[in-house]
């Protein structure tokens, strides 16, 4: 379908909306709207005076085939004029209207075989639902609009490490005197604000959300909504190594979600137990959940459900030491999370054959891989994947003798975990074994020295370092 904002914002006495395109493609003919071919979609633009002139208000077209967008000249034109008819603030509200269904229905695209289109169509649109959010944390419109608009990007900003922008809205729009009650819009901004602060491994902040979200939702009755929230606390209890009550949560979640006949829910629900059971040592049972789950995604064509469970299958083959099937689980959620434009998942499957290559002995191959999940960990505010990184750069640097920087990274790393309070990945016995290797390399005061002045670096600190020696250093096995 064609998507035409122009028409329902723009279309306001004496213009009848089906007369705006028309008018806009009056424009094209007399050469103030130009066309640019981008990524199969027409893009039209005016020239750069005109966009001065309706710089408060710009007229788009397009969806799936082209948008329109007035030049500075025009824009400030323009801008005079709605002054002059007072029409600014219903316009406002009749773009963040417009952006609001659009926001819904790309959220309903992202989880079907058009991910990376809509993907790609949202991050098109972003300045003009930053503007719609805006508005509605400003008052112009409902404020409620600014929590809908954020639940239904929520999956687009994990996907493309927007999770900060989105935190910052929800802590916004938590203040606002309507969404003080315990009603669904709070709970609705509470569970964004949760996900998203998982996401960034804000561990206390995202269960003080989705605890009193739950509250608020049993209260009110809605299975379905109670469900997804026992399922993401469910994940954040096991991130707090509270694998008991994390089965609890999950199990709950996946008899409401089976008997509501929820297939991603029951899905996810699976692979939350497939961890569950990992954490508890029993890798067969994990295998089955993740399998299950993995015939459903495919099943249900849920490309990110789909790439986790690649992803958590290819884990539980390098735990068992068969790195051939590791790399293939891996280069499989690779490649699913480039066709679904999955940012995120990205850069998890590139680090993580990054690690099948370390574990194989390829160092240099590890290297360079390291260096590309970084800096992406780091845009996304990935805190507990940039730190299992940082510390598999530090074995890297220890295989190669520099047991100096090693030490300081994983120093580096200890004391970060501690601050964020996040839980140190599995592998201690082998941390341990390489650390004592690099006491010995170094002796005991060396090693010493290098761990204090590690300890006092921060998390970008310890990146920056990690980074140089991926970029800089030769490794040798």
């Not at 806009?24 to 990524?39: A, G, I, N």
């Not at 735990?319 to 998942?345: M, S």
């Not at 839980?423 to 060396?446: D, F, K, T």
Request: glycine share 8%; hydrophobic share 40%; net charge negative.
């Amino acid at each position: 379908d064609r998507i035409r904002p122009a028409e329902p914002v723009c279309g306001a006495d004496p213009i009848l909306p089906e007369d705006v395109l028309d008018l806009v493609t009056s424009l094209v003919e007399k050469s103030l709207v130009m066309v640019k071919q981008e990524d199969g979609w027409s893009r039209y633009g005016m020239l750069e005076t005109i966009r001065e002139f309706a710089r408060e208000h710009r007229v788009d077209l397009g969806g799936d085939r082209g948008r329109y967008g007035l030049q500075q000249t025009i824009r400030d034109f323009a801008h005079g004029h709605l002054i002059k008819r007072d029409d600014m603030a219903a316009t406002a509200a009749r773009h963040c209207n417009y952006y609001l269904d659009f926001a819904k229905k790309a959220r309903q695209q992202l989880h079907g075989t058009e991910q990376a289109e809509w993907t790609r169509r949202m991050e098109t649109e972003l300045d003009n639902l930053r503007a719609a959010i805006a508005l509605a944390l400003a008052g112009g419109v409902d404020p409620v609009i600014a929590v809908k608009l954020e639940v239904a990007l929520m999956r687009f900003r994990t996907l493309r490490g927007y999770s900060t922008e989105g935190r910052k809205n929800v802590h916004a729009a938590l203040v606002l005197p309507s969404i003080m009650e315990p009603n669904a819009a709070r709970a609705h901004a509470l569970y964004t604000g949760g996900v998203l602060a998982m996401n960034q491994g804000d561990h206390a902040e995202a269960r003080q959300m989705l605890t009193e979200c739950l509250a608020i939702r049993r209260a009110l009755g809605n299975n379905r909504e109670i469900a997804a929230t026992l399922s993401t606390l469910s994940t954040q209890y096991l991130h707090q190594d509270e694998a008991a009550t994390a089965r609890d949560c999950e199990e709950e979640a996946l008899d409401i979600f089976r008997e509501l006949g929820d297939r991603i829910g029951e899905g996810i629900g699976l692979l939350n137990l497939g961890g569950i059971a990992v954490r508890q040592g029993d890798y067969g049972s994990a295998e089955e959940l993740f399998d299950q789950s993995l015939a459903i995604a495919r099943s249900i064509k849920h490309q990110e459900l789909e790439s986790e469970c690649e992803h958590n299958l290819g884990d539980l083959a390098l735990r068992a030491g068969n790195l051939e099937a590791a790399e293939a689980r891996f280069a499989r959620a690779l490649k699913i999370c480039r066709e679904a434009e999955d940012k995120r998942g990205e850069a998890i499957a590139v680090w993580s054959s990054g690690r099948v290559d370390a574990a194989s002995g390829q160092h240099e191959a590890a290297r360079k891989k390291f260096a590309q999940a970084l800096p992406a960990f780091q845009t996304f505010g990935m805190n507990s994947e940039a730190l299992d990184c940082v510390e598999d750069c530090a074995e890297l640097l220890r295989a190669a003798g520099q047991a100096d920087d090693a030490v300081r990274l994983r120093a580096a790393a200890a004391a970060v975990r501690e601050a964020l309070a996040l839980q140190s990945p599995g592998g201690e016995a082998i941390r341990q074994r390489s650390l004592e290797a690099a006491r010995e390399a170094l002796g005991r005061a060396a090693f010493e020295a290098a761990w204090s002045a590690g300890r006092a670096w921060t998390l970008d600190d310890a990146i920056k370092h990690a980074l140089d020696a991926a970029t800089n250093s030769p490794v040798t096995a």
